[in-house]
């Protein structure tokens, strides 16, 4: 909860309740569009759900879905372009905020990746190289 004088100073900004702080809103836009994105997905397969995730070098992850299934994902230098440019950069706390939403790997900047791809691929392989 917060405090008494913060949540004063955000009515007096005009924020009526917590939820609309600007944090807030961006969050909850955020799950909304992942809870889209799984909708839309859930309606062609079953989804696994990533339930942890450790960064494990400069760009590793090892991930553990609910059935059980866990392995390695590395990114290689020449994978992350475009929107993914940011994650490649020499400032290692963007990579290294990887969460999970909604069962999915997740970055500031709506960065999403695709549960059941990178299941499927340890599943069959044990560990996931993006070239």
Do not use: C, Y
């Amino acid at each position: 909860m917060l405090p008494p004088n913060e949540l004063q100073n955000l009515i007096s900004k005009g924020f009526n309740k917590v939820t609309d702080t600007p944090e807030a809103k961006k969050r909850s836009a955020l799950l909304k569009k992942i809870q889209g994105l799984r909708q839309e997905h859930a309606n062609n397969t079953s989804v696994n759900q990533i339930t942890n995730v450790e960064v494990r070098g400069s760009r590793a992850l090892f991930v553990l879905f609910n059935d059980g299934v866990s392995g390695f994902v590395e990114f290689e230098e020449s994978f992350l372009d475009g929107i993914l440019f940011k994650l490649k950069g020499n400032d290692k706390e963007i990579f290294n905020s990887v969460q999970i939403a909604e069962g999915w790997l997740a970055w500031p900047g709506e960065i999403f990746f695709d549960p059941d791809k990178i299941h499927d691929e340890i599943q069959q392989n044990g560990n996931i190289v993006l070239t």
